[in-house]
């Protein structure tokens, strides 16, 4: 039996091209144009596969559609839809429970994509860290269709640079070999706006960095950094926002 599907969104062109992709896709597909009415539809989640639930829409938001969706039906598979988010929304989605990011306008492969992708996944497979933690689990969600694993990290002894290497997958398949070059200067910069020598996590700060800035590009891209290189050349104000954050964090009390 395929896939249900049911798409929460205010907007009738939105749902009618999702209906489309989807349904010659093979699923079936309701649609609701707010979020009371689609939580109506959904009633107790049964019969329910996914939703892709929209963020801004008239009286209730996304992410409060997404959890009462969650109260429901804990083990639901949600993919928000964003036009105007930020990589801070998306993350607050996924530590409310959501399993992939739709940033519009989105193809037809990056809906199909997410669909799949999001379906295959094990039910409960959610972070449960806080957000900006510093072992925030990024491979077990996806973003714009795509996730990622750590490989390795090489050093320049010389430079002190670093050269962080990922494993991107897209629809649970292979598909290239990033590398994420964090300069030294930019590591010094990060300690200066940290005020501290001694940051979080140790050698594991980095590489949940350049986790960060991976994940920011395929948000705001929804495609491969080109040459699959990605250099970060400044601690621009979503990764100064992600530092304050997992300061925070670490240096509670």
Not at 96 to 121: I, Q, Y
Not at 146 to 159: H, P, R, T, W
């Amino acid at each position: 039996m395929s896939a249900r599907i049911l798409v929460i969104d205010d907007e009738s062109s939105v749902r009618r091209l999702v209906r489309l992709v989807l349904e010659a896709a093979g699923y079936q597909v309701g649609d609701a144009a707010d979020g009371r009415a689609g939580l109506a539809l959904f009633g107790d989640g049964v019969g329910w596969d996914l939703v892709l639930v929209d963020q801004r829409m008239p009286g209730m938001s996304g992410l409060e559609v997404q959890k009462e969706i969650l109260k429901r039906a804990p083990l639901m598979k949600i993919i928000l839809i964003t036009a105007h988010g930020t990589m801070e929304l998306a993350l607050d989605a996924l530590q409310a429970g959501a399993l992939d990011f739709l940033r519009k306008p989105f193809s037809t492969e990056s809906l199909r994509l997410a669909v799949s992708s999001t379906l295959e996944r094990a039910q409960g497979s959610r972070i449960q860290s806080p957000v900006g933690t510093v072992c925030r689990e990024f491979t077990r969600t996806t973003i714009n269709g795509f996730s990622f694993d750590f490989e390795e990290q090489v050093a320049d002894v010389d430079l002190g640079d670093l050269t962080l290497i990922y494993r991107v997958n897209r629809a649970n398949q292979h598909v290239a070999v990033v590398k994420v070059f964090l300069p030294a200067f930019v590591m010094e910069l990060t300690r200066a706006l940290a005020d501290t020598e001694e940051l979080p996590g140790g050698a594991r700060f980095w590489q949940a960095m350049g986790e960060e800035a991976l994940a920011m590009h395929l948000w705001n891209n929804a495609e491969l950094p080109a040459g699959n290189t990605l250099t970060i050349e400044d601690v621009t104000p979503g990764l100064r926002n992600w530092l304050d954050s997992l300061l925070t964090v670490a240096f509670a009390d």
